[in-house]
Protein backbone atom coordinates (compact mmCIF):
# COMPACT_ATOMS: atom_id res chain seq x y z
CA UNK A 1 0.00 0.00 0.00
CA UNK A 2 1.29 3.56 -0.40
CA UNK A 3 -2.17 5.43 -1.43
CA UNK A 4 -4.99 3.30 -0.98
CA UNK A 5 -8.91 3.96 -0.50
CA UNK A 6 -11.63 1.94 1.86
CA UNK A 7 -14.87 1.84 3.10
CA UNK A 8 -16.13 2.32 6.47
CA UNK A 9 -14.92 1.89 9.99
CA UNK A 10 -14.43 -2.05 9.52
CA UNK A 11 -11.86 -1.37 6.57
CA UNK A 12 -10.03 1.86 8.33
CA UNK A 13 -8.87 -0.29 10.97
CA UNK A 14 -7.38 -2.51 8.71
CA UNK A 15 -5.98 0.01 6.29
CA UNK A 16 -4.56 1.85 9.33
CA UNK A 17 -2.76 -0.55 10.61
CA UNK A 18 -0.25 -0.12 7.74
CA UNK A 19 -0.75 3.76 7.22
CA UNK A 20 1.49 6.53 8.12
CA UNK A 21 -1.91 8.91 7.78
CA UNK A 22 -5.67 8.27 7.52
CA UNK A 23 -7.48 10.84 5.84
CA UNK A 24 -11.40 10.65 6.38
CA UNK A 25 -14.29 11.90 4.08
CA UNK A 26 -18.17 12.02 5.56
CA UNK A 27 -19.27 14.91 2.97
CA UNK A 28 -22.69 14.56 4.45
CA UNK A 29 -22.05 15.80 7.32
CA UNK A 30 -19.25 14.82 9.74
CA UNK A 31 -15.90 15.91 8.27
CA UNK A 32 -17.51 18.67 6.76
CA UNK A 33 -18.60 20.02 10.22
CA UNK A 34 -15.56 19.66 11.55
CA UNK A 35 -14.21 21.83 8.88
CA UNK A 36 -16.84 24.59 9.49
CA UNK A 37 -15.68 24.36 13.17
CA UNK A 38 -12.13 24.30 13.28
CA UNK A 39 -12.03 27.43 10.65
CA UNK A 40 -13.67 28.85 13.44
CA UNK A 41 -11.58 28.16 16.01
CA UNK A 42 -13.16 25.61 17.87
CA UNK A 43 -11.81 22.41 19.01
CA UNK A 44 -13.81 19.19 17.87
CA UNK A 45 -13.78 15.94 19.90
CA UNK A 46 -14.77 13.01 17.63
CA UNK A 47 -17.33 10.28 19.56
CA UNK A 48 -18.85 7.42 18.56
CA UNK A 49 -22.86 7.99 19.67
CA UNK A 50 -24.54 10.74 21.60
CA UNK A 51 -25.20 9.22 24.81
CA UNK A 52 -25.18 9.75 28.18
CA UNK A 53 -21.63 8.64 27.76
CA UNK A 54 -20.89 11.43 25.27
CA UNK A 55 -22.44 13.71 27.75
CA UNK A 56 -20.43 12.63 30.48
CA UNK A 57 -17.51 13.21 28.28
CA UNK A 58 -17.89 16.63 27.47
CA UNK A 59 -18.62 17.65 30.72
CA UNK A 60 -15.28 16.19 31.56
CA UNK A 61 -13.54 18.54 29.12
CA UNK A 62 -15.58 21.15 29.62
CA UNK A 63 -17.01 20.80 25.99
CA UNK A 64 -20.46 21.72 24.70
CA UNK A 65 -21.94 18.74 23.37
CA UNK A 66 -23.53 18.77 19.57
CA UNK A 67 -27.29 17.37 19.90
CA UNK A 68 -29.95 16.05 16.84
CA UNK A 69 -30.32 18.74 14.34
CA UNK A 70 -33.76 18.90 15.49
CA UNK A 71 -32.91 19.20 18.74
CA UNK A 72 -30.70 22.60 18.65
CA UNK A 73 -32.20 25.31 20.28
CA UNK A 74 -31.25 29.42 20.17
CA UNK A 75 -29.24 28.37 23.86
CA UNK A 76 -27.56 25.28 22.23
CA UNK A 77 -27.57 25.66 18.58
CA UNK A 78 -24.68 22.95 18.13
CA UNK A 79 -25.30 20.17 15.87
CA UNK A 80 -24.07 18.24 13.31
CA UNK A 81 -25.53 20.41 10.89
CA UNK A 82 -22.54 22.62 9.09
CA UNK A 83 -24.56 25.27 8.30
CA UNK A 84 -25.58 25.29 12.45
CA UNK A 85 -21.98 25.60 13.44
CA UNK A 86 -21.39 28.40 10.75
CA UNK A 87 -24.31 30.90 12.55
CA UNK A 88 -23.55 29.48 15.83
CA UNK A 89 -21.17 31.37 18.49
CA UNK A 90 -17.76 29.21 17.71
CA UNK A 91 -18.02 27.24 21.90
CA UNK A 92 -13.78 26.54 22.42
CA UNK A 93 -14.36 23.01 22.62
CA UNK A 94 -17.11 20.74 20.83
CA UNK A 95 -17.96 17.03 21.30
CA UNK A 96 -18.88 16.18 18.19
CA UNK A 97 -20.98 12.51 17.57
CA UNK A 98 -21.29 10.47 14.64
CA UNK A 99 -21.50 7.11 13.93
CA UNK A 100 -19.62 7.10 11.08
CA UNK A 101 -17.15 9.93 10.22
CA UNK A 102 -16.37 10.30 13.58
CA UNK A 103 -16.50 6.66 14.92
CA UNK A 104 -13.61 5.82 12.51
CA UNK A 105 -11.28 9.12 13.74
CA UNK A 106 -12.30 7.90 17.30
CA UNK A 107 -11.09 4.41 16.54
CA UNK A 108 -8.24 5.30 14.37
CA UNK A 109 -5.21 4.61 16.54
CA UNK A 110 -2.11 6.24 16.59
CA UNK A 111 -1.18 7.45 13.06
CA UNK A 112 -2.43 10.95 12.31
CA UNK A 113 -6.00 11.30 11.34
CA UNK A 114 -7.52 14.29 8.54
CA UNK A 115 -11.19 15.23 8.41
CA UNK A 116 -11.33 15.93 4.27
CA UNK A 117 -14.45 17.06 2.62
CA UNK A 118 -15.08 19.15 -0.88
CA UNK A 119 -14.50 22.15 0.68
CA UNK A 120 -10.97 21.75 1.76
CA UNK A 121 -9.57 18.59 -1.03
CA UNK A 122 -6.53 20.93 -2.26
CA UNK A 123 -5.49 22.33 0.76
CA UNK A 124 -5.55 18.15 2.52
CA UNK A 125 -3.77 17.05 -0.40
CA UNK A 126 -1.34 19.83 -0.57
CA UNK A 127 -0.73 19.18 3.14
CA UNK A 128 0.23 15.63 2.77
CA UNK A 129 2.39 16.61 -0.19
CA UNK A 130 4.39 18.86 2.03
CA UNK A 131 4.56 15.99 4.83
CA UNK A 132 5.32 13.15 2.67
CA UNK A 133 2.07 11.32 2.96
CA UNK A 134 1.70 9.11 0.49
CA UNK A 135 5.37 7.47 -0.19
CA UNK A 136 6.32 4.49 0.30
CA UNK A 137 7.49 5.23 3.32
CA UNK A 138 4.75 7.10 4.83
CA UNK A 139 1.95 5.59 2.83
CA UNK A 140 -1.83 7.21 3.10
CA UNK A 141 -5.10 5.16 3.39
CA UNK A 142 -8.28 7.49 2.83
CA UNK A 143 -11.65 6.43 3.60
CA UNK A 144 -15.28 6.87 2.55
CA UNK A 145 -17.40 6.76 5.68
CA UNK A 146 -19.94 5.55 4.11
CA UNK A 147 -23.78 5.59 6.62
CA UNK A 148 -25.48 2.69 8.33
CA UNK A 149 -28.53 0.62 7.06
CA UNK A 150 -30.79 0.14 9.52
CA UNK A 151 -29.31 -3.15 10.76
CA UNK A 152 -25.68 -1.42 11.62
CA UNK A 153 -24.00 -2.46 8.55
CA UNK A 154 -21.92 -0.85 5.64
CA UNK A 155 -24.14 1.71 3.17
CA UNK A 156 -21.98 2.99 0.85
CA UNK A 157 -22.75 6.54 0.06
CA UNK A 158 -21.49 8.03 -3.46
CA UNK A 159 -21.01 11.37 -1.48
CA UNK A 160 -18.39 10.04 0.26
CA UNK A 161 -16.78 8.23 -2.64
CA UNK A 162 -16.86 11.43 -4.58
CA UNK A 163 -15.59 13.01 -1.91
CA UNK A 164 -12.36 10.78 -1.48
CA UNK A 165 -12.03 10.84 -4.96
CA UNK A 166 -11.54 14.43 -4.94
CA UNK A 167 -8.86 14.14 -2.25
CA UNK A 168 -6.92 11.63 -4.25
CA UNK A 169 -7.25 13.58 -7.61
CA UNK A 170 -6.26 16.30 -5.83
CA UNK A 171 -3.12 14.54 -4.21
CA UNK A 172 -2.19 12.78 -8.12
CA UNK A 173 -2.62 16.67 -9.98
CA UNK A 174 0.72 17.45 -7.15
CA UNK A 175 2.87 14.40 -8.29
CA UNK A 176 3.17 11.11 -9.53
CA UNK A 177 1.96 8.45 -7.10
CA UNK A 178 1.06 4.75 -6.84
CA UNK A 179 -2.37 4.39 -6.28
CA UNK A 180 -4.37 0.98 -5.64
CA UNK A 181 -7.09 -0.04 -8.13
CA UNK A 182 -9.42 1.30 -5.73
CA UNK A 183 -7.83 4.71 -5.21
CA UNK A 184 -7.60 4.81 -8.72
CA UNK A 185 -11.15 4.23 -9.48
CA UNK A 186 -11.89 6.39 -6.77
CA UNK A 187 -9.96 9.25 -8.36
CA UNK A 188 -11.11 8.88 -11.73
CA UNK A 189 -14.85 9.11 -10.42
CA UNK A 190 -13.92 12.62 -9.27
CA UNK A 191 -12.36 13.68 -12.76
CA UNK A 192 -15.20 12.34 -15.07
CA UNK A 193 -18.21 13.20 -12.83
CA UNK A 194 -19.56 16.52 -15.26
CA UNK A 195 -21.49 18.40 -12.11
CA UNK A 196 -20.40 17.12 -8.50
CA UNK A 197 -22.50 19.76 -6.70
CA UNK A 198 -25.50 18.84 -8.43
CA UNK A 199 -24.55 14.82 -7.73
CA UNK A 200 -23.80 16.02 -4.06
CA UNK A 201 -27.41 17.36 -3.86
CA UNK A 202 -29.29 14.73 -5.81
CA UNK A 203 -27.73 11.71 -4.21
CA UNK A 204 -29.94 9.67 -1.56
CA UNK A 205 -28.14 11.52 1.16
CA UNK A 206 -28.33 15.09 0.14
CA UNK A 207 -32.24 14.48 -1.01
CA UNK A 208 -32.55 13.36 2.66
CA UNK A 209 -31.09 16.26 4.24
CA UNK A 210 -33.89 18.10 1.74
CA UNK A 211 -36.35 16.08 3.14
CA UNK A 212 -35.58 16.59 6.51
CA UNK A 213 -35.51 20.55 6.01
CA UNK A 214 -31.78 20.83 5.75
CA UNK A 215 -30.32 21.84 2.35
CA UNK A 216 -28.71 24.21 3.75
CA UNK A 217 -26.51 21.48 5.04
CA UNK A 218 -25.57 20.13 1.68
CA UNK A 219 -24.76 23.55 -0.36
CA UNK A 220 -21.92 23.88 2.44
CA UNK A 221 -20.73 20.54 1.88
CA UNK A 222 -20.51 21.39 -2.08
CA UNK A 223 -18.58 24.22 -1.39
CA UNK A 224 -15.43 22.53 -3.13
CA UNK A 225 -11.97 24.20 -2.76
CA UNK A 226 -13.29 27.24 -0.34
CA UNK A 227 -11.14 26.47 2.44
CA UNK A 228 -7.70 26.22 3.61
CA UNK A 229 -8.07 24.66 6.84
CA UNK A 230 -6.84 21.44 7.67
CA UNK A 231 -8.32 19.37 10.66
CA UNK A 232 -5.86 16.55 12.11
CA UNK A 233 -6.64 14.86 14.98
CA UNK A 234 -4.41 16.23 18.02
CA UNK A 235 -4.61 14.55 21.58
CA UNK A 236 -8.31 13.58 20.85
CA UNK A 237 -9.61 16.79 18.88
CA UNK A 238 -9.25 17.85 15.84
CA UNK A 239 -7.30 21.52 15.57
CA UNK A 240 -6.52 23.46 12.82
CA UNK A 241 -2.61 21.99 11.17
CA UNK A 242 -0.06 24.06 11.95
Do not use: Q
Not at 25 to 53: H, I, K, M, Q
Not at 57 to 65: P, T
Not at 185 to 195: F, H, I
Amino acid sequence: MTVAFGWGPTEAAVLARDAACLVIVDALSFTTAVGVAVEAGTAVYPYRWRDATAAEYAAKLDAALAVGRSEATPEHPWSLSPAALRAAPPPPRLVLPSPNGSTIAAEAGGAPVVAASLRNRTAVAEWLVERGYGSGARPLAVIASGERWPDGSLRPALEDLLGAGAVLSALCALGPYELTPEARAAATLWEVTEDPVAVLHRCDSGRELYEYGYPRDVAVAAEVDTSETVPVLTDGAFLEAP
